[in-house]
């Protein structure tokens, strides 16, 4: 990169910043192994190279700065087995969090109040209710058995989560709140039919009650095993919280 710089300088052009961009990484995995380079680390092994060019330098670090800041709060509907296949089923889905599916990112996945601890751990797959095969958030996951009704959290939902997200197949957006100790307020509302039938600027969506009661029953059957007309269920929570804190919190301190 640098004799690149020189190269253009030779060529008559004048160069007064270089982007560098991001890539920096966040411990998604959770097992302490991982030694992820701060925005520091960066910029000190690049120091000497860049000084001498006389550039002002730019990164893009968003990731390693948000990317722990947010959980995505699942509530578990079923618990089933095919063969030797275990699945939890969830109201969190693909349509909230698309990475995993979309190119098998992993995510870190617990229970937000974990069993006993002689209650057994096993193998699972953490699936959606989505009638899709790749509507999942994490494949082969060792955790206990929960119960219907019970939470999981899953972890470093800060980055390219919810600005991915989507209301396909009428599974309409979640609400998000906002966590500074022991308070919380809430920065996004849940999306209703109603709200989301108002972008649409054609009769079908606005006239008669039939047709509206029509389009409430197709609502109702998507999402009636993911939502049960509460969508307050599925929740996501910005918090800060460290990327290698042991278990999941919703009591943690803002950044000032």
Avoid at 16 to 28: P, Q, S
Avoid at 58 to 75: D, F, M, Q, Y
Wanted: glycine letters at 6%; proline letters at 5%.
């Amino acid at each position: 990169m640098v004799e690149y710089v020189k190269e253009i300088r030779a060529q008559g052009f004048e160069m007064e910043y270089l982007n560098i961009g991001g890539g920096l990484a966040i411990d998604y995995m959770h097992d302490g192994k991982n030694n992820i380079p701060t925005p520091m680390d960066l910029m000190d092994s690049i120091r000497d190279v860049i000084m001498p060019l006389n550039l002002k330098l730019i990164i893009e670090p968003g990731r390693s700065l948000i990317g722990n800041t947010c959980v995505l709060v699942t509530k578990v509907i079923g618990v089933k087995q095919n063969g030797s296949k275990k699945f939890i089923v969830g109201n969190g889905s693909m349509s909230e969090l698309l990475r995993p599916s979309l190119y098998d990112a992993y995510h870190h996945i617990e229970l937000a109040e974990p069993e006993s601890r002689s209650a057994p751990f096993d193998a699972y797959d953490v699936v959606g209710p989505v009638c899709e095969s790749a509507d999942f958030l994490g494949k082969n996951r060792k955790l206990q058995k929960p119960n219907e009704g019970d939470c999981l959290v899953v972890f470093d939902t800060g980055a390219y989560c919810q600005s991915m997200s989507s209301n396909y197949n009428l599974k309409l957006t979640c609400p998000e709140y906002w966590v500074d100790g022991k308070d919380y307020q809430p920065i996004r509302k849940p999306l209703t039919l109603d709200t989301y039938l108002e972008q649409f600027d054609c009769e079908v969506m606005s006239s008669t009650d039939h047709e509206k009661q029509s389009l409430m029953a197709r609502y109702s059957k998507n999402n009636e095993r993911s939502v049960r007309s509460d969508s307050k269920e599925r929740v996501s929570l910005y918090m800060n919280t460290s990327i290698n804190h042991p278990r999941p919190t919703y009591t943690t301190q803002h950044k000032k």
